[in-house]
């Protein structure tokens, strides 16, 4: 049957049995020519410089297809509809996505970045922001959350990840935070900050960082701050302090060593082998985590770290002093002498006192004893009080300058060794601060107390008569005169 034939028979174009002559399956519509757009073709190259300018703007501040359409209208006298100018753009936006290229991990080099996520802390939920290092090649990752991203909470977890895995990595890849990059340079390059210079030569490791706002560069670890989110932080965990909350995450990153992921033979823990044999060995001294600033001590004994004010001794007014914020700790040095430490502080514009930083000038200045902000929510055992009564009724002002030295005893004792003293002396009464330092120095070396009573001429005087000879002679005969 000839080709025509087959056309008449089968009712059928001659072209048809053309193709299906030459394909052995359809091959579908195939157009010969470039689309012709007569109403749009001459607009296009204003379509195309608005998308490129768009790549400068907020995301939330580019335009949409049909903001598009309205600016061709009103600004270009466009003449067609909006649905070809909306097809334009999407198969445009099409064609520009990125496209990436599978990469190969080899052991002994990680990825680090920054997340975020609510916990409940102490009975108040607040937004946590957790460090995760993660170790592509076996995928291996540790975790430790921060109650906020700065620069000791970057080091602390640094040296945590390090003792968890039980080494070094070879390398370590960032996004281009300011913790750790100080300026990117016009070759590219990055300077560091001082801090991180610190870190990378402590540790050797070699850093390198990924494009600015490209986050695929790092996708391992990317992916790996949301696994955490979703995994270790849903339902929102609930702890007494960051330690439990930290202790938690390690258990979940070891329990992880067991799993075995998609496209991988054996479990992560198995894979990690490799990892740990490529990894460097720790240093003997763990890196120094904490973030150091020169400051000068102001008229109130006050240091200003990171918006908060902690105390120093009085001693030290008006002099420079170096600062070391810890992640739980700050830490004041004066030359090569600590003169202070505090709890760290995350609230803000917040004063965080001791009080045993004061009362050197208290005592010279008593009348501010009452008012003393630092000594305000002091809480101290009920025989401070009583003390400080019987002393102010006994001695007036100079009591109260007493009452002071009775304080600075916690200087130097415990304040369970001084509050025996002052138990010893009220049941004495020995109101004086003389008579507690005794009485706590006899308790701490374990020996009797001597008081001298002349010193307290308010107790009552004891009179002891000598005994005459004549009187036992009364006694030997009797009782007769």
């Not at 208290?362 to 929510?377: F, G, R, S, V, Y």
Request: aromatic share 10%; with cysteine; glycine share 8%.
């Amino acid at each position: 049957m000839s080709r025509r034939e087959a056309a008449r028979v089968f009712g059928i174009n001659r072209r048809t049995v053309e193709k299906m002559l030459t394909f052995s399956v359809p091959p579908g519509y195939r157009r010969d020519k470039e689309i012709c757009r007569p109403k749009l073709d001459g607009f296009t190259g204003i379509i195309d410089q608005i998308l490129e300018a768009d790549k400068l703007v907020p995301k939330k501040q580019r335009h949409t297809s049909k903001r598009i359409f309205e600016r061709l209208r009103d600004e270009y006298h466009f003449t067609g509809g909006v649905t070809i100018v909306k097809d334009y753009i999407f198969a445009t936006k099409r064609r520009q996505r990125e496209m990436f290229v599978p990469l190969a991990h080899p052991p002994g080099h990680a990825q680090a970045d920054f997340g975020e996520a609510l916990a409940v802390i102490g009975g108040v939920e607040r937004k946590t922001h957790f460090l995760v290092m993660d170790l592509p090649h076996s995928d291996a990752c540790f975790v430790k959350a921060y109650p906020a991203e700065t620069t000791e909470a970057f080091c602390d977890a640094h040296v945590a990840a390090f003792a968890f895995f039980g080494g070094v990595p070879v390398s370590i890849l960032y996004d281009n935070t300011r913790i750790a990059v100080a300026r990117i340079l016009g070759d590219g390059t990055r300077k560091r900050t001082r801090v991180f210079s610190e870190l990378v030569s402590h540790y050797l490791f070699e850093d390198r960082f990924g494009r600015p706002g490209k986050g695929n560069d790092k996708g391992k670890v990317e992916g790996m701050v949301g696994y955490t989110r979703r995994n270790f932080m849903v339902p929102k965990p609930r702890f007494a302090n960051f330690d439990d909350l930290n202790a938690h995450l390690a258990e979940q990153c070891r329990k992880r060593m067991g799993d075995k992921l998609r496209g991988h033979k054996g479990t992560i823990g198995e894979r990690f082998v490799a990892d740990a044999e490529r990894l460097q060995p720790l240093p003997v001294v763990p890196y120094d985590a904490c973030d150091k600033q020169s400051v000068r001590v102001s008229s109130l004994s006050l240091v200003r770290y990171c918006g908060n004010d902690y105390s120093v001794p009085t001693a030290y007014g008006h002099q420079e002093v170096l600062v070391r914020g810890y992640v739980h700790e700050v830490v004041i040095s004066c030359g090569a002498d600590i003169i202070a430490r505090h709890a760290r502080s995350w609230e803000k514009e917040d004063y965080v006192f001791d009080p045993l930083h004061y009362l050197a000038l208290i005592e010279q200045k008593t009348n501010a004893l009452d008012q003393a902000a630092p000594l305000a929510d002091w809480e101290l055992p009920k025989a401070f009080i009583a003390l400080r009564r019987l002393m102010e009724a006994r001695m007036g002002k100079k009591g109260k300058r007493e009452f002071v030295q009775v304080l600075r005893l916690l200087e130097t004792f415990r304040v369970a060794d001084v509050e025996a003293g002052i138990q010893s002396a009220l049941e004495r009464g020995t109101i004086g601060f003389d008579a507690v330092k005794h009485l706590v120095l006899c308790r701490i070396e374990r020996r009797p107390p001597r008081l001298d009573m002349k010193v307290y001429p308010y107790l009552p005087k004891a009179h002891v008569a000598v005994t005459s000879p004549g009187d036992y002679m009364a006694l030997l005969s009797g009782g007769r005169s």
